[in-house]
């Protein structure tokens, strides 16, 4: 007769730990679906786009003197770091005519491709590493 108790204290606990563990699964995987959001990025279409602005722009600079590290923010910003001096005059001239020369190349056929181009703001630095206003 205790033997027959025993057992089945045994299965009412088995059958209790099985509906608490249940419900504390089925409330967290709950609780885990509504907090995440998954982003489907294709990483090698934004390689390949990241790839293409970036030779496009260096290309499209060529002519200019003091051109330094160009960083891109996918779908933000371009940075171009120069060698001009902000406080000299014809070096604000020369920013003005990069920033035209950048401008034009995102609006050009050989950029067409490339997905949300007119949400990129650019920005230009001097030597000194701040942003040419």
């Not at 406080?87 to 067409?112: C, F, G, H, P």
């Not at 491709?113 to 949400?119: A, M, P, R, V």
């Amino acid at each position: 007769m205790k033997k027959r108790m025993l057992s089945m204290t045994v299965v009412a606990a088995i059958i209790i730990l099985g509906i608490v563990g249940t419900t504390m699964v089925m409330g967290k995987s709950k609780d885990q679906v509504s907090e995440v959001t998954v982003e489907n990025v294709d990483m090698a279409g934004v390689n390949q786009e990241m790839f293409t602005l970036t030779s496009t722009i260096i290309e499209g600079l060529n002519d200019f003197d003091g051109i330094g590290d160009i960083q891109i923010d996918f779908h933000e910003k371009i940075t171009v770091q120069t060698s001009l001096e902000s406080s000299d005059a014809s070096s604000i001239d020369q920013a003005i005519e990069i920033q035209k020369t950048v401008e034009n190349i995102l609006k050009s056929k050989e950029l067409e491709s490339i997905s949300n181009i007119d949400s990129y703001q650019i920005y230009l630095l001097d030597e000194a590493g701040d942003v040419i206003e």
